[in-house]
Each structure stands twice: as C-alpha cells, then as structure tokens.
C-alpha cells in the first residue's frame, strides 16, 4: 500500500487530518526514501566545507571556555553527517578533545544514518529516534541545522484550523471550524525545544539552532514543498518532496525556559564574526582561478543578505554558569 493509499484510508474513516498529522506522514515518507539531499534541496554545508569548519570552531571555542569537560556533541537531523565531519576535522587538533567527546545523532531516517556512518567512520558514534533516548549522565553541546523547519506545523485562519481531506480521488486543504487566534504554530518543535531545555539545565552545555525562520509575531502561510530545487504543491503526491515551514524563534525561546537565550541574528553576521571570510581567503590561497571562484561563490552563498545571510537566523541558548557563545555580538543583522 502507497503512503497516499494509506493516507486515503485513513481519511476515510476518521475524516480530514490536521495538517502537522499530515505534514509528519509525508516527511517520514520522504526522509526515510532516497537521500533527499542535494536533489531536492541543498543545505549549508552540502555548499561548503567552511560552514561546518564554523561550527566546529564555535563548539570548541565554547568546549573550552566552559573547562573542557567531558561531553555529547549532539546533532539533531544530520543530513549527510557533512557539518559534523567538517566541524571534527578542526575539533580534533584540540588537545583533549578527542578524549572528551561522544558523538550522539538524532536521526530517523535509515538511509541518512547510512550516510552518516561512512562520514564520522573515525568517530564514536551513537544513533538515537529521539531526543528522549540521549544519556543523561554529561553536559552536551547540540547543533541544529535545517531540523526544526521539517517539523510538523498546525494553522489557524479566521476561526478555522487547516486540515487535509479528499477530493474525488485528490488531496485537498480543507478548513475546520476551531477557534482561536489566526496563528501558524508548532507544537513538535517547541516541545523538542522544551525537553532539550529541561536537559541542558540539569547536565548543563549549550544548542546552537540555525534555520531560515523568523523572530516570532508572524503568522502568515509559510508551509512549502520542494521537489527538484523547485515548489510543488504541499497536498499533491504526499512522501514525494520536503515539506517545511518558517521556524518561530520566538516561539523556540519562550519553550527555553531556564536557559539564557542568544540571537537570533542573520547566519551573515553569525559566519562573518566566527570569521568565515578569514578561512575562504586561506583555502583560495594558491588554487587555480575556477576553484578560488566556487569557493568565493560559495561564501557569498552563506553569507550575503539576499542569498542565506538574512533568511537563515542562528540562535543559541546555554546553560546556567556555561560561558556565552560566540558569533552573537553583531545583534544588528
Ligand atoms: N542538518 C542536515 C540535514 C537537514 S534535513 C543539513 O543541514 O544538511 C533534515 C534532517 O532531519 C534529516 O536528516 C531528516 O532525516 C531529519 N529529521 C526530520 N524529521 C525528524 C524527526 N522527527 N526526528 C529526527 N530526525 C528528523
């Protein structure tokens, strides 16, 4: 039985779903099919190994002003494992660090956790379905990039909550009555935010998340689907492309209670404080024209307004007594 068989039954005999039930369905299908990566969308560090060389700067930055402790470095939804490869090939010239570290990915998607595996192959690595399942026993140092704008989304228009019922054969939006406020929220990410909160206040650490989003207040449409670089419709062809939505960073704020919050501010000012047009120069040093071009395209790519700089936030939150972060000094952008 195809998802959309399943997805038909299902509306059959209970009525239309509620949008974040079918926005899960459809992205476990996806996430679990052929790596989506690079086909249907590309992320930061897919376009450059300077991206994940940041982060990796950031944690160890932090690692070692909080004491160089023994901890999890955590990433949520890793994709390729390409940021976390990147990020360890700086980490592991620190002295200690090597030692201290565990590498813990979140990651349902089986396929992915393939993928993850050949990249961090040096490395102890551990999968876990949940954030639930990590240990509780060290700080942790978590990354979250392009993971809470897969998570499910409800909406609300005009007294009336967004659904998905049928059609003839077709899936369709359909609006319910519930009243309320006009708002696009999700329950998903705030209660991932809200239990990573209550972790980091009792084993202590910090969680850098990176997102294209916005600062809370809005609540227009922002669901999309991708397939093939390209929008495609969010009802048609359920499992067959990326569904995501805006990440509320207000809202992922409010869910940290406890924690001091950073940010968020444009990934721009973020990479260029982490001092990302530094690296770019070194690594063009000595190449021929062509590669100095990709590496100059690729910075712009990252960092200029109307590419990611603006779109893409950055925000961290840390720990009681844990040092602040890098990368947050320029609140302007
Ligand atoms: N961070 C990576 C990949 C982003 S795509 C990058 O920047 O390249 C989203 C990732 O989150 C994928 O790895 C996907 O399988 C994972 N994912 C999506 N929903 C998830 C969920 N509910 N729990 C755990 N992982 C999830």
Known sequence: ??????????????GPLRLDAWMAACNRAFYGGADPLGRDFTTAPEISQMFGEMIGGWIGDLWLRAGAPAFDLVELGPGRGTLLADALRVLRRLPGFAAAVRV??????????DAQAARLANWPVQWHADLAELP???????????FFDALPIRQRKEGHERHVGLAD???????????????EWSEASTAIMAGLAARLERQGGAALIIDYGHD??????????????????PFA??????????????????AAQ???????????????ELGIAARAAALKSGKPPAQAATITAALHR?????????????AAVTAPGWPAPAGFGMAAA
């Open 169 to 183: 054969d077709a899936f369709v939006p359909v609006w319910r009555v519930s009243p309320g406020p006009d708002a």
């Open 1 to 14: 039985m195809t998802l959309a068989d399943q997805l038909r039954a299902r509306i059959d005999t209970s």
């Open 136 to 146: 509780g026993d060290r700080p942790l140092i978590l990354i979250a990039n392009e």
């Open 216 to 233: 809370g207040g809005s609540n227009g449409d922002t669901l999309q689907a991708l397939k093939g670089g390209a929008r495609a419709c």
């Open 258 to 272: 406890g924690l001091a919050c950073h940010g968020p501010v444009g990934q721009g000012a973020f990479l260029a």
């Open 302 to 314: 990252l960092t200029a307004p109307q590419q990611m700089g603006a779109i893409f936030r950055v």
């Open 104 to 113: 813990q990915l979140v990651e349902t998607s089986d396929v992915l956790r």
């Open 237 to 254: 062809d359920p499992g067959a492309h990326d569904l995501t939505a805006h990440v509320d960073f207000g809202a992922l704020a409010a």
